[in-house]
């Protein structure tokens, strides 16, 4: 394939495959008229997984599919549309650009995951999101350095009937990642929230700070107080941080939580992470980090974690002693 991207996948004829029930695709380069085909072909098809195609540009999931349960569309650069219209669809991935919203008929969805810029435009325009938001159960967000210093502080997202809610952030350790918390505002009926974090050793500033321009989603450069944000959050039973490694980040984080939602029975701290072998604190304050780099960064020495993973350990033992006395700790 031009471009030096793996090869176009030839899919053998698809008569053959109608009592074929699940179908993942990834890293194959399945072209839009395949798709068409295959889903025609496959009425009994319950799986749908199309990763990291480049053929793939325009893709419609359509009724009738009446069995079609699970649909995951993700790491395609070159998509430019997605419709779904999927009655019997209960779960559904888009990991990718911003692009015209397709979620607006499946009315049966309840969980979902997002990533890429589509992810913050559910943080930073929910009202786009509105019309399917409100119904979800479980929503996990794949997200890219968190942009604190940009919030529509007035306009959450319409998450009523949310009970479960992951986030996977990739962050640089001096980032602040209190605007999450915002998230637990708006699901009253949140039950269990998990937050995974992957260590970034460079932080670029400005333009760089988010995966995407402020023209791109339309983000107001607003500074908020975040700190000033109150509620007591009276059904959030449950806790997990995952890739902990004690740092002022991560601690702040936790008590800031257990602060809006003192009703947490359950905090689960996990220890492991990349972030040890990387040895982000034998780098100086100002640096590159990586040859030929121009951007101003800032390594991960401000606020630095521990540097093992029994240090670690031991640092949430400390951040114990802070919690409320009838609140459970398990560190792994």
């Known amino acids: 394939m031009p471009g030096g991207h793996h090869p176009f996948y030839g899919f053998p004829k698809v008569d053959d495959f109608g009592s074929l029930r699940s179908l993942r695709l990834v890293d194959v380069d399945i ?3 395949v798709v068409v085909s295959l889903l025609a072909s496959c009425p009994h098809l319950q799986r749908l997984c199309i990763r990291a195609s480049w053929a793939t540009e325009n893709v419609r999931v359509v009724d009738p599919l009446p069995n079609l349960k699970v649909l995951e569309i993700s790491g395609c650069p070159r998509i430019r549309n997605l419709e779904i219209s999927v009655m019997s669809l209960v779960s559904c ?14 009315p049966n969805v309840s969980e979902l995951t997002l990533g890429g810029n589509f992810a913050w435009s ?13 119904r979800l159960v479980k929503l996990a967000l794949n997200i890219n350095f968190p942009a604190a210093d940009y919030l529509l502080r007035n306009d ?22 209190h605007i999450f918390t915002w998230l637990i505002k708006a699901s009253p ?24 321009s402020q023209e791109t989603v339309g983000i107001p450069p607003v500074f908020p107080e975040l700190e000033s944000y109150r509620c007591c959050h009276k059904n959030l039973k449950a806790f997990k941080m995952s890739g ?15 602060e809006i939602a003192p009703l947490v029975e359950t905090v689960t701290i996990d220890t492991e992470s990349e972030y040890y072998e990387q040895k982000p604190w034998v780098y100086p304050r100002e640096s590159g980090c990586i040859k030929g780099w121009d951007h101003k960064c800032i390594c991960s020495r401000q606020g630095t974690g521990a540097s093992t993973r029994i240090e670690a350990k031991e640092r949430a033992e400390q951040l114990k002693f802070r919690f409320p006395p009838k609140m459970v700790l398990i560190i792994t």
Do not use: A, W
């Open 31 to 33: 072209k839009d008229e």
């Open 156 to 177: 959450l997202p319409q998450l009523c009937s949310l009970k479960h809610l992951e986030l996977n952030v990739m962050s640089p350790i001096c980032q602040n990642l």
């Open 189 to 212: 009926l949140l039950n269990e929230f998990r937050i995974k974090i992957y260590f970034l050793l460079c932080y670029f500033f400005k333009q760089n700070l988010v995966p995407h």
């Open 93 to 106: 991935t888009y990991i990718g650009k911003l692009i015209t919203f397709p979620f607006n008929e499946i």
């Open 122 to 134: 559910l943080i930073y325009e929910p009202k786009k999101h509105s019309s399917y938001s409100v």
């Open 244 to 258: 902990y490694v004690g740092c002022p980040r991560d601690d702040n984080f936790t008590l800031r939580l257990l």
